[in-house]
């Protein structure tokens, strides 16, 4: 049997998959929408903690509504996750009807054509539009192979891979952990594509010893306010007391003694969610959904220096004081917003948000 590799650093996965209790939308649209922030400011609580992707099933499945991919360091986290989670409003209407438990590990089987092949110990995922999630089981016979000739079929399976570079596999380990013995999930931006992989795979002589790979999931990669806004009921946006905008054009957000110096918060305004920094006593405000794949820009590392903020998810810069990309992969800018203060009220323009030049 497979001896443990010396020290490997792992890490914990959970693929939560979340079902709401039609009741739910019974409820009044202020409790709708308060439930909706509550929910989604819990979990942005664990950011930077665990590393947590929402991904919307609404209109793919019948049976789960929504999935949050969790990774942490160790299980306590996904425990106090879970635990905050059922407190909330929402909370009490949220089933889990399936969750799937694993760790990252090295592969036993050799790739040296393909190094990045089955060796990903952490967690990074893609700007990918869609995840292809199932927990997968082998037949015990597969366990009675010898080492290469296990090693031959895998050799298969990693050449007919090879023929859709665009998808990309992330497998983490159950034995013991879980009932199944791995978590495949699966990156890509075309389900044809992934369809295509898995019909040939069938055809591949590993393929005969699968035991188990159902069910599937194909899921929506989509900021976390956009999933919560799948689910009906009230617009999280919504939710927040409406500020009209006064006769100046300005419209009061937050009050600065919120927003200490150093700290950035997601607002809403008009039915637009912005993010507020306070970089060293200077309050700035662009639009919080990064424009590569909606990141919330609010929870995303401040340069002072530079007066920048990096996307939390695949580390696009964007200046703080015009909105432009000034590194990384987003393609477009965001807004900027002039802002104002009046005492301890910050205020925004909404009508002269600027877009400035795409760098
Ligand atoms: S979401 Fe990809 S850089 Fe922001």
Redesign the pocket.
């Known amino acids: 049997m497979t001896t443990l590799p010396p020290k490997e650093k792992r890490q914990v996965v959970r693929y939560g998959f979340y079902r709401l209790d039609p009741a739910w939308r019974r409820l009044t649209a202020e409790r709708q929408a308060s439930a909706k922030i509550e929910f989604g400011e819990t979990l942005e609580r664990y950011h930077g903690r665990l590393l947590l992707r929402p991904y919307g099933l609404v209109g793919i499945r019948g049976d789960c509504d929504f999935l949050l991919w969790q990774v942490a360091e160790d299980l306590d986290a996904l425990v106090e996750l879970q635990t905050a989670l059922n407190r909330t409003d929402l909370g009490a209407y949220l089933t889990i009807p399936y969750s799937y438990l694993a760790m990252t590990r090295r592969s036993i089987y050799e790739f040296p054509a393909d190094p990045g092949h089955e060796q990903r110990l952490v967690i990074q995922p893609s ?1 990918a539009k869609y995840l292809f999630v199932y927990p997968f089981i082998k037949t015990r016979a597969w366990y009675s192979l010898a080492k290469p000739e296990r090693q031959r079929m895998m050799d298969e399976h990693v050449r007919v891979g090879r023929k859709y570079p665009q998808i990309r596999l992330n497998t983490t380990y159950s034995y013991g952990l879980d009932d199944q013995e791995f978590i495949v999930a699966f990156e890509g931006d075309s389900p044809g594509e992934f369809l295509d992989l898995v019909m040939e795979l069938r055809d591949s002589e590993a393929s005969s010893y699968t035991l188990r790979d159902t069910p599937t999931f194909t899921c929506v990669q989509m900021s976390l306010w956009d999933m919560l806004d799948t689910l009906g009921g009230a617009g999280a946006a919504e939710s927040v007391a409406r500020r009209p905008a006064r006769e100046d054009g300005f419209t009061p957000v937050a009050s600065l003694s919120e927003l200490p110096p150093g700290s950035a918060k997601r607002v809403y305004a008009a039915n637009e969610a912005v993010a507020l920094f306070n970089v060293d006593g200077t309050v700035y405000a662009i639009a919080n959904r ?6 919330s ?1 609010s929870e ?1 590392t401040v340069d002072a220096s530079r007066c920048t903020v990096t ?6 810069v964007f200046s703080l004081e015009t909105g432009r990309v000034l590194s ?3 393609a477009l800018p965001v807004f900027a917003y002039r802002v104002k203060l009046e005492g301890d009220t910050i205020l925004i323009a909404l009508a002269e948000a600027h877009q400035p030049a795409i760098s």
């Open positions: 700007a990064c424009s590569h794949a909606r990141a820009l995303g996307c939390p998810w695949h580390e696009g990384g992969p987003p």
